[in-house]
């Protein structure tokens, strides 16, 4: 075997990974370790290349310990997490060959070889814009390709889910349900495509950067607080996300916007609500994402049909959902005529193919 040889190679891979926002949102977790949610969601995973994490995976004998590097900095990797998807991704390892640079991996070769992992967002990191879901995604997808593991996207979202619970969903494109499964080892707590990226491609995504700083609360411990101290989270579980799940599959099959509107809408409220209900509080929107809600509000009702739908994540940063181009046009002027640039803000508006990001020093 090539690990023994004491050779100098470095075998690496590189993937890209996009983010997805969800708008039926999954909020609290019924096991800790495995990651297995309380109710299903549903997610739209942005355009490739937009909001993404690329991550580079490398493996050689030289190296003595798994690292990863983060933005630029060495973070741990010692995290349950992290080690959960190494560990499940190394036990499916499969035999690599290359005659032509003389390396040869065993499956065995993998359990003891280490492997190095550099990554980057293109996007603000733990702000509520999803990058736990598009970097353990990416992290889960490069490694499986580096060790050659030969399961499919449902088994891999499987792992992805066990790195953070919203990663199982951006294995796929398009619109993607996350099934929370019965079974107690999570087998079948696993991510579905619903409709393909082509399935409603008049849609249009703005993100409006609120601010772009390191939430205080972390989606980890945030919804463990709610979990333990919210009453109304039971309900929302229970009685009313079940029905919102069938409404919003229906509204996207059809591509009927006002419905596909009122529910993601409806649904980042309360989620929003659940984390007001929670003890301590938690606070993830701030005054600037109260404002760009009313002014979506306004103009909806103005018009007399939805134009635009909201969702926010766990963090001040809005996701505006536009019908089609024309209407995403008319939002950013109304934000840009709300939130007017300054010349010293950090305030960037930018387009790149259908997607436009704003951000606003608010
Ligand atoms: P967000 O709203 O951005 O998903 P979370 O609190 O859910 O915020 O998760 C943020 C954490 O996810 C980061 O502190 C980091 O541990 C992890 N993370 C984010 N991006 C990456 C990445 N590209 N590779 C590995 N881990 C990442
Ligand atoms: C509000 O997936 O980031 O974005 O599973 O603990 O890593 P962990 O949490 P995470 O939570 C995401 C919460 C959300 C809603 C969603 O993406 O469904
Ligand atoms: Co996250």
Redesign the pocket.
Known sequence: MAAESGEKWVLAVTAQTPTNIAVIKYWGKRDEDLILPINDSISVTLDPGHLC?T?SVAVSPAFTHDR?W??GKE?SLS?GR?QNCLRELRSRATDYEDEKKGIKITKKDWEKLRVH?V???NF?????????????A??VFSLAKLMNVKEDHSKLSAIARQ??G?ACRSLYGGFVKWIMGKEENGSDSIAVQLADEKHWDDLVIIIAVVSSR??ET???S?MRDTVETSALIKHRAKEVVPKRIVEMEEAIAKRDFPAFSRLACADSNQFHAVCLDTLPPIFYMNDTSHRIISCVEKWNRHEGSPQVAYTF???PNAVLISQNRKAATLLLQRLLFHFPPQSDADLDSYVIGDKTILKDAG
């Open positions: 994490t991550t990863i983060l933005n973070v995290g992290y992992i990554s980057y967002n603000p990191t733990a702000a509520g814009l999803a990058s736990s879901a598009a970097g353990l990416c992290l790195g953070s919203s390191q939430k972390s989606s980890t945030g994540d766990a963090g």
